[in-house]
């Protein structure tokens, strides 16, 4: 399945490798194929750039990593190391659930008690008033003069 962009952008090089590499890109779905063939050339090119010879495709491959299986005791040290840490998130879990739940708490007493504090304030505030009130109502019944701090 080949474009008529993917050609005419592909003209340029000689054996057609990136454009052997954008048809598996189509293919796969993955631009992994492409990326990996433009890293080639500009590698090529730095090469040259600096008067060293051409790598040849035997030079320059792309192979997966290879996974060995564990030993024995590498297998044991593996699983208790990861039931150590099991156990290690397990307990900064717990202790993270204490913590919240004591702010929680820490948070409905502050409530509860500025509750309590915005109550009694208005509570202290109409007795001033009505402190107030009796205060003017004597002195405009007795005339005497009184200095009073606001």
Do not use: W
């Amino acid at each position: 399945m080949r474009t008529m962009s993917s050609v005419s952008i592909c003209e340029d090089y000689e054996d057609g490798q990136i454009l052997e590499a954008a048809c598996v890109a189509i293919q796969t779905g993955s631009m992994t194929p492409i990326i990996k063939q433009e890293l080639r050339f500009l590698i090529q090119a730095r090469r040259l750039a600096e008067g060293k010879p051409e790598l040849s495709d035997q030079d320059v491959k792309f192979v997966p990593q290879v996974t060995m299986e564990l030993r024995p005791e590498e297998r044991i040290k593996k699983e208790n190391r990861r039931e150590q840490n099991r156990k290690a998130a397990k307990k900064f879990r717990k202790k993270q659930t204490a913590l919240i739940r004591n702010y929680r708490k820490r948070i409905q007493q502050l409530e509860s008690e500025n509750t309590r504090l915005t109550s009694e304030l208005t509570t202290l505030a109409e007795e001033k008033h009505s402190l107030q009130g009796k205060l003017k109502s004597h002195l405009d019944v007795c005339g005497c003069v009184i200095s009073v701090l606001v």
